[in-house]
């Protein structure tokens, strides 16, 4: 068993779930992988289960019925990787707009002094490949819209390429994180800065999913836009507050 989970949340992601598994596994540094599948309808589960027969105990499945949403998928696997004992917990996409080779840097980041280590597009300028230039646009200015509301210093907001060191999770009231889609990103972020802990950006190249369909809708943008308002006016509390 490795120190450190690398949690990807699924829904109908049965072009890429076993290539993104066998990449991860491929890496120099030693992860296990968590997959948390939405009781996705095109099978993605089965060949999970598939894989764990070849693969082991290196591969876990954490199943649920229906789709719940990104940001309860990533506390379900945080909550999973807590009880298990990892010292350090990944998020990532299963599409391969992450580059699984990443997460070595990010890992060391954490393994260096970082509490939470950021996958950023744009520490070093605009550094995201194949989007039409509306989401690109509506991704970095947003960014740049949370960065004045919360006042904070961070370059990617939105960014759902992270490592956490397991004290951050540990001190992260779950219950209290109330944005389900990408504004979990924020939440996330803003609590942990809040709480005192030490974020920073490492800077990677993001790339547009080739295989199978974006989950981004207009309903998850406007929650983030009103969930940063009310952010911005609440009392942030960990586990122990």
Not at 125 to 134: E, F, I, L, R
Not at 179 to 194: L, N, S
Not at 210 to 215: A, C, I, L, N
């Amino acid at each position: 068993m490795s120190t450190k989970l690398v949690v990807i949340p699924t829904y109908n992601e049965k072009e890429n779930v076993e290539a993104i598994v066998r990449e991860v596994f491929s890496l120099s540094a030693s992860f296990d992988v968590l997959i948390v599948d939405d009781g996705s309808p095109d099978g993605t589960g089965d060949i999970v289960k598939g894989m764990q027969r070849e693969l082991g105990e290196r591969l876990h499945l954490l199943e649920r019925a229906g789709k719940q949403g990104l940001g309860t998928a990533y506390i379900a696997g945080f909550r999973w990787g807590l009880a298990h004992g990892y010292e350090q917990v990944c998020e990532m996409d299963a599409d391969f707009s992450h580059s699984p080779a990443d997460l070595i840097r990010l890992s060391a980041a954490c393994s260096e002094g970082a509490d939470v280590a950021v996958g950023s597009r744009y520490i070093t300028g605009v550094n995201v490949v194949n989007w039409p230039m509306k989401r690109v646009m509506m991704s970095y200015y947003g960014s740049a819209y949370v960065r004045r509301m919360l006042r904070l210093k961070v370059r990617d907001m939105t960014a759902g390429f992270k490592c956490y060191s397991r004290r951050v999770l540990e001190a992260i009231d779950f219950d209290r994180i109330s944005m389900k889609g990408y504004g979990f990103q924020i939440e996330m972020k803003y609590t942990a800065i809040k709480l005192g802990f030490k974020l920073v950006e490492i800077p990677i190249i993001f790339v547009d999913r080739k295989r199978g369909s974006t989950k981004m809708s207009g309903g998850i943008f406007r929650e983030a836009l009103w969930g940063v308002m009310k952010l911005r006016f609440r009392k942030i509390k960990g586990r122990a507050s």
